[in-house]
């Protein structure tokens, strides 16, 4: 029983330390453009480098 008196402060310590941390990301931009960032990924060798990726067509047996 005397357990109980450290796991719920600690507890409810940690959620706060978790919800700041949530807040802090999301008030920090985060979560801002994550479409783009899908597109950029995709895009990503066809712009910085000149190069295109080619498909490597690969020869059937």
């Known amino acids: ?3 109980l008196y450290v796991l719920l402060p600690v507890s409810v310590v940690l959620v ?3 919800l700041g941390v ?3 990301a ?3 931009g985060q979560f801002e453009g994550l479409e783009q960032e899908g597109l950029r990924i995709l895009h990503e060798g066809n712009n ?3 190069t295109e990726v ?6 059937q047996d």
Do not use: C, R, S
């Not at 080619?54 to 020869?59: A, S």
């Open 1 to 3: 029983m005397e357990i």
């Open 16 to 18: 706060l330390v978790i």
């Open 22 to 24: 949530l807040a802090w």
């Open 26 to 28: 999301i008030f920090g």
């Open 48 to 50: 910085e480098t000149g």
């Open 54 to 59: 080619k498909n490597l067509d690969l020869p």
